[in-house]
């Protein structure tokens, strides 16, 4: 092949540029310290740059907003869980105090006085909120867990109960009635009329709120509809025979919240083993539990019954990811914590202690009646008989009181374990949280090392090759050069 002039000094040129443009890339990379500058001078090396960004980007999304927003609606759940604990503790002490007599028993006001400022506590962390968000009530955030004012909502709720959820009530009978007794009337009174009281027994269903709307719309369903409980009657519990019903009879206290059984409708709850109560409430005061956070209910408030919204009870948990496919429940849900059994027993307690401080009232009434009446005197013997009466509720009275207390301290006790169960729970996910958050950052430094040995030049070397290129190209200068010089008339 013929090799002209022009040929030479072309491929000079060419492998000048070539030499420059190397000269110009390793300049480039020390310069920048990168070893590319755009995805086509290496797409290998993009693709892998992409990826390890984007991974960063990942970490630093579970590291500095994930977790550190799981961190804090925590923490924010464990407080509320120490206070609600310390609270329960408290009545669990007060229980465990009155129930071995470190209370005067005859202080009963006090006692009343103590329990009342206890129910008012009990929820009184249950609208806790973490910027803005109630965090025990599920997805539902914008709403409270308790009625912070009174408020005339209706609702029609379902209670689901078994078997664990009948108990039996202690009440004391034939209360002693000295509302109409003084001097004036107790001639006329006819003594022994009045029935002796008595300490009976009562099997009871007691629903998650007082105060409810009478009988209409209330039923009682099993599992087997054959066994469904009919013929439910109101009574107030004020009633003499309130906690006395017929075999066959159900009582439906509005006023109290409980539905009391007879024997034979009681045997048929216990054959169903689950049931389910149905009831309408109309007004609700401060501190109550929403329904709709707690239980199958309809909200009737609006006069248009095709405005009514009906709510299905369900797990509502709120779930973070916190590291590359781990997921987290960050949320306690209030109906596992702040249980309506929690308000209730409390108020059994009350109801208890209500009775003692009525019936120390009675006899203290007719003890004095009694010390001011004439010796001797007919009235004086009609006061003492009814003074022994009283004497025989109160004793009933103080000894119902202990057991309330006894079963509330049982029953406080588990509230507490309860709580501390969830509020343990809350910690070792913190645990959870703080050993992922470690991993991602160990992660994270290893990335880190991984896309700068992709992406940045080693300074030294180009620094050596720049200086090789650099030879290279005034070597190639100095040839080209030679063949430039040269024209025909050299070879004439």
Not at 33 to 42: F, G
Not at 102 to 109: E, L, V
Not at 179 to 190: E, F, G, L
Not at 428 to 442: P, Y
Request: hydrophobic share 35%.
């Amino acid at each position: 092949m013929r090799v002209t002039n022009g040929m030479l000094i072309n491929n000079s040129l060419s492998h000048i540029n070539t030499n420059k443009s190397t000269m110009d890339r390793l300049n480039t990379q020390l310069v920048s310290e990168k070893v590319i500058q755009r995805p086509s001078d290496d797409p290998i090396i993009a693709i892998r740059a992409l990826r390890f960004r984007t991974t960063i980007a990942e970490i630093d999304q579970y590291i500095e907003k994930n977790i550190s927003d799981a961190r804090s609606w925590m923490e924010t759940t464990e407080e509320a869980l120490g206070t609600i604990v310390d609270i329960v503790g408290d009545i669990t002490e007060y229980c465990n105090q009155a129930v071995n007599g470190y209370y005067d028993a005859t202080d009963k006001n006090t006692i009343l006085d103590s329990l009342k400022s206890f129910r008012e506590q009990i929820y009184s962390n249950a609208n806790t909120d973490y910027t803005g968000m109630t965090i025990f009530t599920g997805f539902k955030t914008d709403q409270m867990l308790t009625y912070v004012e009174d408020k005339s909502d209706k609702y029609q709720i379902t209670e689901h109960f078994n078997l664990d959820d009948v108990d039996t009530l202690t009440k004391v009978k034939n209360a002693v009635d000295v509302s109409k007794i003084n001097d004036a009337t107790i001639a006329s009174t006819n003594t022994k009329a009045v029935k002796l009281p008595t300490l009976d027994n009562a099997y009871r269903v007691r629903l998650a709120y007082q105060k409810l709307d009478d009988t209409a719309g209330v039923t009682i369903k099993t599992t087997n509809p054959d066994e469904d409980i009919t013929g439910i009657m109101n009574k107030k519990s004020s009633d003499p025979d309130a906690y006395t019903p017929g075999e066959d009879d159900v009582y439906y206290l509005a006023d109290k919240g409980e539905l009391v059984l007879g024997s034979n409708a009681y045997a048929k709850l216990m054959a169903a083993e689950k049931f389910d109560v149905t009831y309408t409430k109309s007004e609700f005061f401060k501190g109550d539990l929403s329904p709709k956070q707690y239980f199958d209910c309809v909200d009737m408030t609006d006069d248009d019954s095709s405005k009514w919204v009906t709510y299905t009870n369900r797990s509502q948990e709120i779930k973070y990811e916190i590291n590359f496919n781990q997921t987290m429940v960050i949320n306690t849900q209030g109906k596992d914590v702040f249980t309506p059994d929690m308000k209730r027993d409390l108020d059994d307690i009350i109801d208890v202690v209500n009775v003692a401080v009525t019936a120390e009232e009675k006899r203290n009434k007719i003890k004095d009646l009694y010390n001011n009446a004439d010796a001797g005197s007919a009235e004086k013997a009609k006061y003492k008989e009814l003074l022994d009466l009283c004497e025989r509720e109160v004793d009933f009275s103080k000894e119902n009181m202990k057991n309330a207390f006894s079963r509330g301290l049982t029953a406080y006790k588990n509230h507490q374990s309860v709580v501390s169960l969830a509020r343990a729970n809350v910690g070792v996910k913190l645990n959870r949280l703080d050993l992922n958050e470690s991993r991602l950052e160990s992660q994270r430094v290893t990335i880190d090392n991984l896309k700068s040995i992709n992406e940045e030049a080693n300074v030294v070397n180009v620094a050596i090759e720049l200086e090789e290129a650099s030879s290279i190209y005034d070597a190639s200068l100095a040839a080209a050069s030679k063949v430039v010089q040269k024209k025909l008339l050299d070879f004439l």
